[in-house]
């Protein structure tokens, strides 16, 4: 089963942009559809975006349309989350796994979005 790393997080303006990327280690993402997720202190886990094998589709929650655009990269077995107009409450960990957290979870990428 690979390994999920996942980078890119640390502090950002509110109104500004981060770009998180997630890595797997000793396999590959395979054809799964694969998600994004989030966890803010003291709040269960959510799940953020979602694309799909093909990369053409993908479904975002009410959270972050308009505002993170979820894609992949099959060559290089890269997902990838591009965060633009960034709220305080965007501010968690960041993590990503199948839709159906099927693999091991990483060490997820930490956001804080604070002036």
């Known amino acids: 089963q690979p390994q999920l790393v996942e980078s890119g997080g640390g502090l950002g303006q509110p109104g500004g942009w981060l770009r998180l990327s997630c890595a797997a280690s000793?396999?590959?993402?395979?054809?799964?559809?694969m998600s994004w997720f989030r966890q803010a202190p003291g709040k269960e886990r959510e799940l953020v975006a979602t694309?799909?094998?093909?990369?053409?589709?993908?479904e975002y929650a009410d959270s972050g349309k308009g505002r993170f655009t979820i894609s992949r990269d099959h060559d290089q077995n890269i997902l990838n989350l591009p965060m633009n107009s960034l709220k305080s409450e965007d501010t968690a960990v960041y993590y990503c796994?199948?839709?159906?957290?099927?693999?091991?979870w990483g060490q997820g990428t930490q956001v804080t979005v604070s002036s």
């Open positions: 796994n199948t839709p159906w957290s099927t693999l091991d």
């Open positions: 000793g396999g590959a993402f395979g054809r799964s559809s």
């Open positions: 694309i799909v094998s093909d990369g053409f589709n993908s």
